[in-house]
Structure formats: structure tokens, C-alpha cells
């Protein structure tokens, strides 16, 4: 039986190269500099089985998607990732599932340059929690709070292939699942796309548990309402598939583990964008969702995924 400092040692010390990080794992805490300039953005996940993740679950793709979802937290803030803490919670200590689950967490942090500085272990159900930081210039971070009327309202990527993925898991036959269960399995963080939009959109956040509830926490926290219209949602084909056999329309709109971007910016400055982006709607005075299909405007008052919600 591997010992709890054995198996920290073993599956998650690495040696850092960052200036900004002068002490890492091994010590009571880990000791990160600030540059002058900056602040430090953090943000904080946690995934429990069977209620974030299915437990057939490969554990490359979880040590993957666990990282993945925080630095999608740290894009929607504009903020380049700096280091991360990893809080374990093990029913056993099983090292063929720690090996797995190291080199997806890391083959993804040495992409994004994530230094681990820190964490804890513990045995119980298996409950997987990061904190990650990351690197904001001082007064720039993107804020969900500070859309404006008349802004359009945009998103990087494409809708709905993480919420196909999800209904394939759950059951739906689909002829060719392979794409949808990798945007599922392992989402693409925007952190790139994320600083891009520093100083050029006004407000943003990350589509975690849907379309429509994250684009309403803008809205709410803004002041403002919004109106999109369904023939500018970017949809794949497999996903367009989806909805003419099922008539399940609503799905890319609600559906959560896009981690895509969804972003509003005024239309003087959607010339400044540098990356891949669509337009879906524009920011409206009046409060609420809205969506126009088929010529018929309707509310949309889907909250997305929250949890103790029943």
C-alpha cells in the first residue's frame, strides 16, 4: 500500500522553472510572487463521481477535465495561468488509475505552463478539487457585471457538442460519437482566446452549465436583457442531426460543458476581435432572455445546471 507522501511524491512533485513560484510542493505553503502590474485571478472546481463525471470515466480524461474546467474559469477573467493546488479524495489508492490520472492533468498543464505548488490527499469517495491561478493585468480582468446595452453578444467555438456527448453517455445512439465525446470528455480551455479579449469585450464568462444560465448571469449582474436569434448559433452538423431526430432544440442553448467563451462587446470594437468568434444576439434595456426562432420572439428562462435545484 502506497503512503499518502509517497504517492504525492511519486505522481505529483514536479521540479518548477517559474521565476514567480520560489516554493512549491514539499512545505507547508507554497510561496508565489505577484508581479508589479498584476493581480492574481483564482478560481476553485470540484468534481464528485457520479455527480460531475460518470465512474467509467478514464482517468487520463479526468486528470484532464479536472484542470480544463479551472483554466476555462480563468479564461472567461482574461487571465494567463500561473499554478494550481490538486485536493484528492480516494476510495483507494489504486496506482494504475494515478498514473492515468497524473499524465492527463500535466499533459494538459505543461500546455498552459500550470505549475502544481500544493494540495492535500485524503481516503473517501472519490472527490477531485483544484484551485488554479493565474495572471491578470491590474484593473483589465473581464468581469460579468459590466455589459452595455447595445453590445453584441458573441461565442467562441461551436454549441451543444459537450451536451451531445453527454445525451450518447446517457444513451442516445449516435452513428459517430467520437467527436462529441472528446469536447465532452476533454474540453478545450479559450485561455488563449480568453486574454485576446482584454481590453476589447466588455463583459464575459465561460459556458459551463449552459448557454442560456451563464449568458443570464451577465445579464443579471449587468442590468441588462439580451435577444439571440437561432440561425446565427454556430451548431455542427452532428449536432443539427441531433435536433431534427429528437426535436430537442433547446439542448445546445442549456446543456453545459461547452467552456467555450460568451463574451459581449461593443460594435465599434468587433473590427479589434483577433480570434475566432459568432455574433448570436445583441444586449437589449429590457431585462430577461430572448430568442427569436421562426420569426416568433420567446422568452428563455432556463437556469442551467445548478446543483440542490431539487
Given at each position: 500500500?502506497?503512503?499518502?507522501?509517497?504517492?504525492?511524491?511519486?505522481?505529483?512533485?514536479?521540479?518548477?522553472?517559474?521565476?514567480?513560484?520560489?516554493?512549491?510542493?514539499?512545505?507547508?505553503?507554497?510561496?508565489?510572487?505577484?508581479?508589479?502590474?498584476?493581480?492574481?485571478?483564482?478560481?476553485?472546481?470540484?468534481?464528485?463521481?457520479?455527480?460531475?463525471?460518470?465512474?467509467?470515466?478514464?482517468?487520463?480524461?479526468?486528470?484532464?477535465?479536472?484542470?480544463?474546467?479551472?483554466?476555462?474559469?480563468?479564461?472567461?477573467?482574461?487571465?494567463?495561468?500561473?499554478?494550481?493546488?490538486?485536493?484528492?479524495?480516494?476510495?483507494?489508492?489504486?496506482?494504475?488509475?494515478?498514473?492515468?490520472?497524473?499524465?492527463?492533468?500535466?499533459?494538459?498543464?505543461?500546455?498552459?505552463?500550470?505549475?502544481?505548488?500544493?494540495?492535500?490527499?485524503?481516503?473517501?469517495?472519490?472527490?477531485?478539487?483544484?484551485?488554479?491561478?493565474?495572471?491578470?493585468?491590474?484593473?483589465?480582468?473581464?468581469?460579468?457585471?459590466?455589459?452595455?446595452?447595445?453590445?453584441?453578444?458573441?461565442?467562441?467555438?461551436?454549441?451543444?457538442?459537450?451536451?451531445?456527448?453527454?445525451?450518447?453517455?446517457?444513451?442516445?445512439?449516435?452513428?459517430?460519437?467520437?467527436?462529441?465525446?472528446?469536447?465532452?470528455?476533454?474540453?478545450?480551455?479559450?485561455?488563449?482566446?480568453?486574454?485576446?479579449?482584454?481590453?476589447?469585450?466588455?463583459?464575459?464568462?465561460?459556458?459551463?452549465?449552459?448557454?442560456?444560465?451563464?449568458?443570464?448571469?451577465?445579464?443579471?449582474?449587468?442590468?441588462?436583457?439580451?435577444?439571440?436569434?437561432?440561425?446565427?448559433?454556430?451548431?455542427?452538423?452532428?449536432?443539427?442531426?441531433?435536433?431534427?431526430?429528437?426535436?430537442?432544440?433547446?439542448?445546445?442553448?442549456?446543456?453545459?460543458?461547452?467552456?467555450?467563451?460568451?463574451f459581449t462587446v461593443s460594435p465599434e470594437k468587433l473590427a479589434e476581435l483577433t480570434i475566432p468568434y459568432t455574433q448570436i444576439?445583441?444586449?437589449?434595456?429590457?431585462?430577461?432572455?430572448?430568442?427569436?426562432k421562426n420569426g416568433v420572439v420567446q422568452a428563455l428562462t432556463n437556469k442551467g445546471f445548478e446543483h440542490f435545484s431539487r
Open positions: 500500500m502506497i503512503s499518502e507522501f509517497s504517492l504525492i511524491n511519486r505522481y505529483f512533485k514536479r521540479q518548477s522553472n517559474n521565476k514567480n513560484i520560489s516554493l512549491s510542493i514539499g512545505d507547508d505553503c507554497a510561496l508565489l510572487a505577484i508581479p508589479q502590474g498584476y493581480e492574481l485571478a483564482v478560481t476553485t472546481d470540484t468534481m464528485v463521481e457520479n455527480v460531475h463525471f460518470f465512474a467509467d470515466v478514464e482517468s487520463y480524461d479526468l486528470g484532464y477535465k479536472l484542470l480544463a474546467v479551472n483554466l476555462s474559469d480563468l479564461a472567461a477573467m482574461g487571465a494567463k495561468p500561473l499554478a494550481a493546488t490538486l485536493v484528492l479524495t480516494l476510495p483507494q489508492a489504486d496506482e494504475t488509475w494515478l498514473t492515468a490520472f497524473a499524465k492527463g492533468f500535466f499533459d494538459l498543464a505543461e500546455q498552459y505552463h500550470v505549475d502544481l505548488v500544493g494540495g492535500d490527499t485524503a481516503s473517501g469517495p472519490l472527490t477531485l478539487t483544484v484551485q488554479a491561478m493565474g495572471l491578470v493585468p491590474q484593473g483589465q480582468g473581464l468581469r460579468r457585471s459590466t455589459a452595455q446595452v447595445g453590445d453584441a453578444v458573441c461565442v467562441t467555438g461551436l454549441l451543444g457538442e459537450a451536451g451531445l456527448g453527454l445525451k450518447i453517455k446517457q444513451g442516445y445512439d449516435y452513428v459517430n460519437p467520437i467527436n462529441a465525446l472528446n469536447r465532452f470528455n476533454r474540453p478545450e480551455p479559450r485561455v488563449n482566446s480568453g486574454h485576446a479579449l482584454l481590453g476589447i469585450a466588455n463583459a464575459c464568462i465561460d459556458i459551463s452549465d449552459g448557454l442560456a444560465g451563464d449568458l443570464g448571469h451577465i445579464l443579471a449582474q449587468s442590468g441588462v436583457g439580451a435577444c439571440l436569434e437561432w440561425d446565427m448559433l454556430p451548431l455542427s452538423d452532428e449536432v443539427k442531426t441531433y435536433i431534427e431526430t429528437t426535436g430537442d432544440w433547446l439542448m445546445p442553448l442549456t446543456a453545459g460543458d461547452d467552456y467555450e467563451l460568451c444576439g445583441v444586449i437589449e434595456t429590457e431585462a430577461g432572455l430572448r430568442l427569436i
